[in-house]
C-alpha cells in the first residue's frame, strides 16, 4: 500500500508522456524556411522538430535574417519590391517594407538598429531603419547579391554580381559610402564573417572551393577545397571547425579553419542551400532545395532527423539563446541576443537565480537523464513535462520577481528577476 503513490505517479507521468507528443513539448527557439517557389515562410519549432506555422511572405524569399533579440524575422522577395516583417511571438507577418526591385541578401547590425538589403533589381544597398520601418539611406552597387557585415560593425562587404565586373564592394557603415572594390574572376555567391571577424568566407560560381579573405589587409589566402559548388561556408562561435554547404554531393563539409583542409563530410538532403547552427551549438540545421526538406545534424554523431517543409526550401535562420553566448554572457544569465539560458542538470536549475530584461526570452533546456517540469507561481502557463534534450521558453513582459519549481520535483527551486529596459 505504501508503494502505490509513487507507483501511480509513474502512471500518470507515462500517460503525460502520451499525451505530450505534439504542442506540450513545444516552446523551443525557432528556425525559419524561405520556401522559394510556395512564396511562404515555414516556422520550426526545434525542441519538437515540428513546423508549428506556415506563412505567406513577399514573393520568393530569398534572404531571410532573425533579429539578434529574437523578436522580429525579415524575409526578403526577390520577385516583389518588399521585405517581410514577422512577428515573432505571434507569428505573423506584421508589415511589408518596400525597399525596391528584387531585393535578395540580407545583413544586420548586432544591434538590431540596421538591416541592410540586396537591392539587385535597382543596383544599390538599402538601408532600413528597424524602428521606423523604412528606408533611411541607400548606396549604389551594381548587381547586389548577398552582404555580410563585419562583427566590429564598420564595414559590410557586399557580393557584387554585375557582368564582366566580379567583385567586392566594401562599405564604410558610418559614411555610407563605398571605399574600396575587390575585384573577381568569378561570380560570387555567398560571403560570411568568421565569428571572429578574422576570416571573410566566400564561394564562387563554378569554383570549389571556398576563399579565404583577411579584412585587416583584404588579402587572400589559401581557399580550402570542397567538392562542387560550395554555397555558405561559416565558422560559428564555439565550433572548432568551419562548416560548407557543398550542393553537388549533396553534404555539409567540415573544415580546419587554421588549416584549411577538410575534415568530415555529412550527406544531408538532394540540393543543400543554407544553413544555420541551433541555439545550444549542437546541432546544425540545412534547408535542402531538391528535396523540400530540412536536415537536422547531430555534430556529436546521433542520428540525422528530416523535417519536410514547403516547395524549394532556401534560406533557415534560426533564433538564438544564451547558450551560444559567450562565457562571460552566461555567467551572469544575460545575453546580448536578447535571450537567457537555464540549463536543468542534476536535479537543478543552473543558475538558480539569473536576472533579465523586460522582453528578453529565457529558455530552459533538459540535460538530465529525468524528465522534469516548470511551474511559475505567477500562474503564467508552464509545461508539465520536460523530457531529456527538450526546451521550453518564456517572455518576461514586465519587471518583477518570478519564482518558479520544477512541475515533477517542486523541491527544485528557482527564480527569473526582470528588470526594466
Not at 541551433?278 to 535542402?288: F, I, Q
Amino acid at each position: 500500500m505504501i508503494a502505490m503513490p509513487g507507483f501511480a505517479r509513474i502512471l500518470v507521468i507515462f500517460a503525460a508522456l502520451a499525451a505530450s507528443a505534439g504542442s506540450a513539448l513545444a516552446a523551443g527557439p525557432r528556425a525559419y524556411v524561405g520556401n522559394f517557389k510556395d512564396s511562404t515562410v515555414s516556422v520550426i519549432d526545434t525542441g519538437t522538430e515540428r513546423v508549428v506555422a506556415t506563412l505567406p511572405v513577399a514573393a520568393g524569399p530569398d534572404g531571410i535574417i532573425v533579429a539578434p533579440d529574437g523578436r522580429s524575422v525579415f524575409v526578403s522577395g526577390s520577385g516583389a519590391a518588399a521585405v517581410s516583417e514577422i512577428d515573432a511571438a505571434s507569428d505573423r507577418v506584421t508589415r511589408a517594407i518596400d525597399v525596391g526591385k528584387g531585393p535578395q541578401g540580407l545583413a544586420m547590425t548586432a544591434d538590431g538598429k540596421w538591416l541592410l538589403v540586396a537591392v539587385n533589381g535597382d543596383d544599390r544597398v538599402a538601408f532600413v531603419d528597424t524602428t521606423a520601418h523604412g528606408v533611411s539611406a541607400t548606396v549604389p552597387v551594381p548587381k547586389p547579391h548577398t552582404i555580410a557585415i563585419r562583427p566590429d560593425g564598420r564595414q559590410a562587404y557586399v557580393a557584387s554580381q554585375e557582368p564582366g565586373h566580379f567583385a567586392l564592394v566594401v562599405i564604410d557603415m558610418a559614411t555610407r559610402a563605398v571605399v574600396t572594390q575587390i575585384p573577381l574572376d568569378k561570380p560570387p555567391r555567398d560571403l560570411e564573417f568568421s565569428h571572429d571577424g578574422k576570416s571573410l568566407y566566400l564561394t564562387l560560381a563554378g569554383v570549389a572551393a571556398v576563399q579565404v579573405l583577411d579584412p585587416a589587409n583584404n588579402q587572400w589566402g589559401a581557399p580550402v577545397p570542397t567538392g562542387v559548388s560550395p554555397h555558405i561556408a561559416q565558422h560559428f562561435a564555439g565550433m572548432a571547425s568551419g562548416v560548407v554547404v557543398v550542393q553537388g554531393p549533396g553534404e555539409v563539409m567540415l573544415f580546419d579553419p587554421a588549416a584549411h583542409t577538410a575534415v568530415r563530410s555529412i550527406p544531408v538532403g538532394k540540393q543543400p542551400h543554407w544553413l544555420d547552427l541551433s541555439a545550444d551549438g549542437r546541432k546544425l540545421w540545412v534547408s535542402n532545395e531538391g528535396s523540400n526538406d530540412v536536415s537536422v545534424v547531430d555534430l556529436a554523431g546521433g542520428p540525422m532527423h528530416t523535417v519536410q517543409v514547403g516547395n524549394a526550401p532556401r534560406k533557415i535562420a534560426l533564433q538564438r539563446t544564451a547558450a551560444a553566448a559567450s562565457p562571460a554572457a552566461a555567467a551572469d544569465g544575460a545575453h546580448a541576443g536578447g535571450s537567457a539560458h537555464v540549463t536543468i542538470r542534476n536535479f537543478a536549475f543552473e543558475p538558480a537565480q539569473i536576472t533579465v530584461k523586460t522582453g528578453q526570452r529565457v529558455s530552459w533546456q533538459n540535460d538530465d537523464g529525468a524528465p522534469h517540469g516548470l511551474a511559475f507561481k505567477d500562474g503564467a502557463a508552464g509545461i508539465d513535462l520536460l523530457l531529456p534534450g527538450k526546451a521550453f521558453a518564456r517572455v518576461f513582459d514586465k519587471p518583477g520577481v518570478y519564482d518558479y519549481v520544477c512541475s515533477v520535483h517542486p523541491y527544485m527551486t528557482a527564480r527569473v528577476t526582470v528588470v526594466g529596459p
